[in-house]
């Protein structure tokens, strides 16, 4: 059973799975909590954007945020952000730059505009991750509940 009311207050989601499963998983966010809220989807394979050339990333990524920003109800799915944001890839840093001013506007967007805009990321490493990124996701599925020491620590 998905509680929606904790997606509905959320427009950045990421989930730390394979794609299979990720995907399985926004599929039940978007139909059983968001569905009235939501009216185009757009799915996007983040290594797929990867260029060799200089810019060409950071310009396939524009292109997809300008099409996304211009949406009023929307989600837009990245699978596999590590493919644009992982922490130490030097070749990322100016796609990763890129990805936080279109995430920034994102927000804006739904702030200021009244737009409902909603960003769902997967990845199978939260610690690939650059830190900058993550923070834009206040909700990482699966909840972190803690290691089993932890909770023991907890229980004493």
């Keep these: 059973h998905i ?24 599929k ?8 009235e809220s939501i009216h185009k989807v757009i799915e996007v394979m983040a290594p797929r954007l990867r260029s060799r050339w200089f810019g060409e990333t950071e310009e396939r990524l524009r292109e997809i945020m300008e099409k996304f920003l ?25 796609v990763r730059a890129e990805l936080t001013y279109y995430l920034d506007e994102v927000r804006e967007a739904n702030e200021r ?11 199978t ?5 650059d830190s900058a990124i993550i923070s834009y996701f206040p909700k ?17």
């Excluded at 509680?3 to 926004?26: H, M, P, S, T, W």
């Excluded at 211009?70 to 070749?91: F, V």
């Excluded at 990482?140 to 004493?156: A, F, M, N, V, Y």
């Design 70 to 94: 211009k949406l009023d109800r929307a989600a837009l799915i990245i699978y596999s952000i590590e493919a644009l944001a992982h922490r130490e890839d030097e070749n990322l840093v100016g």
């Design 3 to 26: 509680a929606c009311d904790e997606y509905r207050g959320n427009d950045f989601v990421l989930i730390l799975a394979d794609y299979g499963k990720a995907k399985e998983e926004i």
């Design 113 to 123: 505009r009244g737009k409902q805009l909603r960003i769902f990321a997967t990845a």
């Design 140 to 156: 990482i599925l699966p909840e972190d509940r803690g290691t089993p020491s932890s909770k023991h620590e907890q229980s004493t």
């Design 28 to 35: 039940k966010i978007i139909c059983n909590c968001l569905r």
């Design 125 to 129: 490493d939260r610690g690939s991750l």
